[in-house]
C-alpha cells in the first residue's frame, strides 16, 4: 500500500535561517506531489507541485521554493525564513489517473520567530 | 470566479447526535467533490469522493450527497462521538484541471461534547 512520509512535525525558527521540509511518497512510482499552506480558518493554498523529477511548478510568488530530487522525494525550502511563513504545511500526493486518491501527508508545523 | 463555500463556519453537538455540513460550490464543470477530515494538526483524511453523476456515497456514519443542478453538498454524520470532534473540508475538482486545481473550502469546525 501507498504511504506518505512528512517531517518533522513541528518547526521553530528564526527569521533569517533556512528552511527543508521533506516528503517521501512509498508505495508507487511517479507520484504527482503538491505542497499546501494551510492558514487558521481558511482553505488550502497550492504553493508548488510536480509531475515527474525536476518538474516544478509554482503556484504562488513567495519566499519558498521547492526541488523533487527524487521520483518519490518532494523538498520544500528557503534561504531566509520571514515571519509570514509561519503556518501548517502539507505534503499530498496523487496517481497520474483522475480516478486516483489524493492523500496529504501528517503536515508540519511552522513557527518562524 | 470557482468558489467553495461551507457552512457552518463551526458546530457544537453533543455526543450521538447527528449533524449535516453544508457545501456550496460555483465550480462548472466539475469532475468530482470530495470530503475530508482533518484532526487538530494533522493532515486531512478523505471521507468520500463523487462524481459529478453520483448523488450519495457512505463511509460507516459518514453519508455525503451532492446536487449537482444545485451546486450543493452535504456532510451527514449519524450518531456521533467524540473522535468526530475535527475540521470537515469539501473539495472540488474542476472538470478540465488537474489535480493541481483542486479548490477547497475553508472547512467546518466541529466539536463533538459528552
Known amino acids: 500500500s501507498q504511504t506518505i512520509h512528512q517531517w518533522p512535525a513541528t518547526l521553530v525558527q528564526p527569521v533569517g535561517s533556512p528552511l527543508s521540509l521533506e516528503c517521501t511518497v512509498e508505495g508507487t512510482s511517479n507520484p504527482n506531489l503538491y505542497w499546501y499552506r494551510q492558514a487558521a480558518g481558511r482553505g488550502l493554498q497550492l504553493l508548488f507541485y510536480s509531475v515527474g523529477i525536476g518538474q516544478i511548478s509554482s503556484e504562488v510568488p513567495q519566499n519558498l521554493s521547492a526541488s523533487r530530487p527524487q521520483d518519490r522525494q518532494f523538498i ?17 500526493w496523487s ?18 520567530v | 470566479k470557482n468558489q467553495v463555500e461551507q ?33 487538530t494538526g494533522r493532515g486531512p483524511v478523505s471521507l468520500t469522493i463523487m462524481t459529478f453523476s453520483e ?6 456514519r459518514y453519508t455525503a450527497t451532492l446536487d449537482a443542478d444545485t451546486k450543493q453538498s452535504s456532510l451527514h454524520i449519524t450518531a456521533s462521538q467524540l473522535s468526530d ?22 472547512g467546518t469546525r466541529l466539536a463533538v461534547h459528552p
Open chain 1, 76 to 92: 520544500l525550502s528557503s534561504k531566509k525564513l520571514l515571519l509570514s511563513d509561519s503556518g501548517f504545511y502539507l505534503c499530498a
Open chain 1, 95 to 112: 496517481g497520474q489517473s483522475s480516478n486516483y486518491g489524493y492523500t496529504f501527508g501528517s503536515g508540519t508545523r511552522l513557527t518562524v
Open chain 2, 7 to 39: 457552512s457552518p463556519q463551526s458546530l457544537i453537538i453533543l455526543e450521538g447526535k447527528n449533524c449535516t455540513l453544508q457545501c456550496n460550490y460555483t465550480v462548472s464543470p466539475f469532475s468530482n467533490l470530495r470530503w475530508y477530515k482533518q484532526d
Open chain 2, 55 to 60: 448523488n450519495t456515497k457512505s463511509n460507516g
Open chain 2, 85 to 106: 470532534s475535527a475540521s470537515y473540508i469539501c473539495v472540488v475538482s474542476p472538470f478540465s484541471g488537474g489535480y493541481n486545481k483542486l479548490i477547497f473550502g475553508a
